[in-house]
């Protein structure tokens, strides 16, 4: 089923140098929608800090290197142009404005698929890793697993919710905090902390501790945090947020960041009950949670999670907080070819808020 007429090629951001801080913008052939598939024209996309990790291959979990002629990405926006064979019941038609989530398709029929946990595929394909990302201006995706985006919310904003955005309201989600409850956000001023920190203070209710450089207060405190505490100039993380909680601690942590220093910290956040849940994921070998001792955990019955992205629905279900205007992204917008210095700047821990690429 065609839609517009379409060019022969197109211009894509590539890992030129995989293991480096490199990308090239290449032009590329356009590709065909296979059976279930939809064409995207894309003008949108976010950067994230995995992009960074899959482009540097920093990440040890990753089964292989990430190859050279990789397009990264996975915060797409854009509407759609042509749908493939098997497509005309889908729940998505051409010209529809849709989002592609870092889970580029799913299998539908694994453990995790079958319990709702999407985001866990065993067999899933990852956008921007062996599966053609959105630092580009067409791609590929599954009509059954593309996101709507809501009329009204513009696609620059969009973008960041469809990774950010959702990984931290599931986050939220699995913290089981209640309204009211203590939360404490490391990494509270950065690309995920800032949405984090107003899903949790603005949508659930939460009373939240923001923790990050002291560069970034203000951020966190204009999204919502009752509290901010800055990492750089604080000798005992924990008695500071004793001293804000009633000398109880939080309820949860959210571990944000990718800093070892961060985990190894976490567990001495909470008081009993406490949960943290890990989002953040260490670049090189991780090192173990210090504070994790099971007489400590025993004791205080104290949780650790895990959470990877969001489902399908969280991700609807946070683009309606976004189209609300319950949660704004701090973000400015930079042309593809930027993409390299905007790695560098991520890289140097320089970065507040988010950068969303223009792909036109």
């Not at 099971?294 to 104290?302: D, E, S, T, Y």
């Not at 629905?313 to 042309?335: Q, S």
């Amino acid at each position: 089923m065609a839609g517009v007429e379409l060019p022969k090629t197109y211009k894509a951001a590539v890992y030129d140098k995989p293991g480096t801080i490199s990308t090239k913008v290449e032009e590329i052939d356009m590709p065909e929608p296979g059976p279930g598939q939809v064409l995207i024209n894309l003008t949108h996309s976010g950067v994230c800090h995995s992009d960074l990790g899959i482009m540097t291959n920093a990440w040890a979990m990753l089964p292989f290197p990430t190859q050279a002629g990789q397009v990264g990405g996975h915060e797409g926006v854009g509407k759609i142009v042509k749908m493939g064979p098997g497509t005309e019941n889908s729940a998505v038609k051409i010209g529809d404005r849709v989002g592609i989530k870092w889970m580029a398709s799913i299998c539908e029929s694994c453990e995790a698929c079958r319990a709702g946990a999407d985001a866990n595929c065993f067999s899933g394909k990852i956008s921007g890793y062996y599966t053609p990302g959105t630092f580009q201006q067409y791609v590929l995706s599954a009509a059954n697993y593309v996101t709507p985006i809501p009329e009204g919310l513009d696609s620059a904003a969009a973008a960041p919710m469809l990774c950010a955005g959702v990984t931290v309201y599931s986050a939220l989600r699995k913290s089981n905090t209640e309204s009211g409850n203590w939360v404490v956000i490391l990494g509270a001023g950065g690309g995920l902390g800032h949405l984090a920190v107003q899903l949790s203070a603005r949508g659930i209710g939460h009373r939240v501790i923001g923790v990050d450089h002291s560069s970034k207060k203000d951020i966190v405190l204009d999204s919502g945090a009752e509290h901010f505490i800055p990492v750089d100039g604080t000798e005992d993380m924990a008695a500071a947020v004793k001293e804000l909680t009633n000398g109880l601690g939080a309820h949860a942590v959210l571990v944000l960041t990718a800093n070892n220093a961060a985990y190894a910290t976490s567990l001495n956040l909470l008081r009993f009950g406490g949960r943290v849940v890990v989002v953040g994921i260490p670049e090189g070998k991780p090192v173990p949670i210090e504070s994790a001792m099971p007489h400590v955990m025993v004791a205080k019955a104290l949780t650790i999670v895990g959470i990877a992205v969001g489902t399908r629905k969280e991700a609807i279900e946070t683009l309606d907080f976004a189209a609300r205007g319950v949660v704004k992204t701090h973000y400015r917008v930079e042309k593809m070819d930027k993409l390299t210095e905007v790695f560098q700047e991520m890289d140097a821990g320089k970065m507040k808020g988010r950068v969303v690429l223009d792909l036109s």
